[in-house]
């Protein structure tokens, strides 16, 4: 009799929003309407949760921890999300954490953190180069100062180029600061009240930032210890 052990593939496709948020937004058959926006001229598709709203670009050095860290908010949110739905959210603290959980797992991994991480660190390095230029602090590891332009374009580079070396990769730092962050604004959450707000009519777009900050003067986009 032969055993064939069960074969388990790193998962490489990271949902950056809830499939359990997902399914409430799917039609009978469990199917979402989705368009892509690098192709806007293409058809409209039907397509499952599973296939929608996730990433292939950030690659944890652990994928199976990384994905098990979000199965506890995945697991009950179903039940919190009923609880809403029934009014009876209130009368139970622990539905109330996973709630607060929620908001703390979707901040962290927003789309908009990857994007951002993706399209401004080549950038970042580049605007260090420049200030380097012209910084009269820098000196080499040695602590020479060089003068004149050829010499300290050569310096900044140097110093550029060991940044990279040290893993300066967006892939690898994104699931480090969604793990970062997770952890951060769950304690600052922790027995903060919540509030949920219901539309008397209308609906609701979810675009790529599904948790936002609000300041009720200032707007959306403030710091997260200054939101209301």
């Not at 599973?50 to 994905?67: G, L, Q, S, Y």
Request: charge should be negative.
């Amino acid at each position: 009799m032969v055993c064939m052990a069960k074969l388990h593939l790193p998962p490489k496709e990271f949902h950056l929003l809830s499939r359990v948020l997902l399914r409430r937004f799917a039609g009978n058959r469990g199917l979402l309407a989705t368009l892509d926006p690098r192709h806007p001229n293409d058809w409209v598709r039907r397509k499952g949760p599973r296939a929608v709203c996730f990433t292939r670009d950030i690659k944890p050095d652990d994928p199976f921890a990384f994905e098990d860290r979000w199965q506890p908010v995945e697991q009950h949110l179903p039940d919190a999300m009923s609880a809403v739905e029934a009014g009876t959210i209130f009368a139970d603290d622990h539905l109330v954490g996973v709630l607060r959980r929620c908001l703390a797992l979707h901040f962290s991994r927003s789309r908009t953190i990857e994007l951002m991480s993706q399209a401004i660190s080549p950038q970042m390095l580049e605007n260090a180069r420049e200030r380097m230029l012209i910084d009269p602090l820098l000196t080499t590891g040695s602590g020479l100062v060089l003068t004149g332009d050829e010499g300290r374009a050569i310096m900044a580079d140097d110093l550029v180029e060991r940044v990279k070396g040290l893993g300066f990769r967006p892939e690898k730092q994104v699931p480090n600061h969604f793990i970062y962050y997770f952890a951060l604004i769950s304690r600052q959450l922790e027995g903060q009240p919540i509030e949920i707000s219901v539309a008397e009519e209308g609906e609701f777009l979810i675009g790529d930032a599904p948790a936002l900050t609000l300041d009720h003067q200032k707007g959306f986009g403030v710091p997260w210890m200054q939101a209301n």
